[in-house]
């Protein structure tokens, strides 16, 4: 039980990375889980557990993603085996999982908004030249990307499941 609970971020990580959607991904880890539990008997004690979590994940992914190929989004098995065999270089970062729900996030910008961030954050372009472009003051520039680092940050961790 110990070893599951510990596993639980680097396996939500793992999945998240193969399906690219955090909601789905969340399902798929509570179905993992079960069929975790279920198998625990098979699980030998002083070998790589979370591995072994991951190989029962990657088969969970593969049948969520075979139950919903009607959806023309879903990954095809040969990239999910691509992608699971990338998985130590991903499977312990949580920025990655936040990096995929802010790929979410970012459209449900407007687009003057969108360009902000991405003159900013992207281009470099500093402050003072973004309020003379503009027409704006600095002090409003600044703080207009405040706000939008707000709604974005609330987006991710609502992308995630967070609570506030």
């Known amino acids: 039980m110990q070893l599951l609970t510990d596993e639980q971020s680097r396996l939500l990580n793992y999945i ?3 399906l690219g959607d955090a909601h789905a991904a969340r399902n798929v880890l509570q179905e993992s889980n079960l ?6 008997d098979e699980f030998e004690l002083g070998t ?3 591995a072994w979590a991951r190989k029962i994940a990657f088969w969970q992914v593969q049948a969520y993603v075979r139950d919903r190929r ?6 095809c098995d ?4 691509q992608l699971a065999g990338q998985q130590d270089e991903f499977v312990n970062d949580e920025e990655d999982t936040r990096r995929i729900a802010l790929r979410h996030c970012l459209p449900q910008l407007s687009r003057p908004h969108l360009d902000l961030i991405r003159d900013r954050y992207e281009e470099n372009i500093p402050i003072e030249v973004l309020a003379k472009q503009s027409g704006k003051s600095a ?3 600044r703080m207009g990307l405040m706000r939008l680092r707000k709604a974005l ?5 609502k992308e995630l499941g967070y609570q506030e």
């Not at 009607?70 to 990954?75: A, P, Q």
């Not at 040969?78 to 085996?81: C, D, P, R, T, V």
């Not at 940050?153 to 961790?157: F, N, R, T, V």
Request: net charge positive; glycine share 6%.
């Open 78 to 81: 040969e990239l999910l085996g």
């Open 70 to 75: 009607r959806d023309r989004h879903v990954f």
């Open 35 to 40: 069929v975790i539990w279920r198998k625990s």
């Open 153 to 157: 940050l609330k987006c991710i961790q």
């Open 48 to 50: 790589n557990f979370g």
């Open 139 to 141: 002090a409003s520039i």
């Open 16 to 18: 998240t990375i193969l």
